[in-house]
Structure formats: structure tokens, C-alpha cells
């Protein structure tokens, strides 16, 4: 189970890069020099609609992968925190060796 999520959420984090790079800054995306050729598949502010709904959906996915790996690798051992796993006494520090002249 733990590596099927691992590629998806690869293909995930793929995926997501791709669709926000493809995006303009100004909020075309893939609208660039299209002047209404090969039928005008899709206007420029449909396309950043579409966009914009899938760069959001590719994200909320990815977070939600994100927890359950995060949930699915905790799960095998027991739950402690960071600090109780630093030591509690710290180490005794070395005395200075002598000054040499």
C-alpha cells in the first residue's frame, strides 16, 4: 500500500508542475499567440479556468496523499515526539587542554 501511494504521489507532484507551468503568469494559460486558429478550442479564459480548477484539484490531492503517508508511516511503531528523543542529560564537556607556549 505504501508504495502504491509513493507513485501516486509522484505522479501527483509530476502532474502538478506540469499544469502550473503551463500557466502564464497573467492568467492566460495556453492561450499564448493563439489569434482563433484550429477552431478555437477553448477561449483563453476557459482555459485558465480549467487550469486554475485542475492546478487546485492536483494540489488538494496531493496534500491529502501527503497526509495519509504521513499517517501510514507512523502507524507501524509508536507515536512519540522529537523532544522525547533528545537525551536528557547532556553530554559532560572535555576540559580544556592545557595552554601550550
Known amino acids: 500500500m505504501f508504495q502504491v501511494l509513493i507513485v501516486v504521489h509522484i505522479m501527483i507532484a509530476i ?5 502550473v507551468l503551463v500557466q ?15 477552431g478555437s478550442f477553448m477561449t483563453a479564459r476557459g482555459t ?21 503517508l504521513a499517517i501510514i508511516a507512523g502507524a507501524g511503531r509508536e507515536r512519540r515526539s522529537i523532544v522525547d528523543q533528545i537525551p536528557a542529560a547532556p553530554a559532560q564537556p572535555s576540559t580544556p587542554a592545557p595552554p601550550t607556549r
Request: net charge positive; proline share 0%.
Open 15 to 19: 502532474a502538478l508542475v506540469g499544469v
Open 24 to 38: 502564464r503568469s497573467e492568467g492566460g494559460g495556453l492561450g499564448i499567440g493563439s489569434s482563433g486558429g484550429m
Open 48 to 68: 485558465t479556468n480549467l487550469l486554475t480548477r485542475t492546478t487546485g484539484i492536483l494540489a488538494a490531492a496531493f496534500m491529502v496523499v501527503s497526509l495519509a
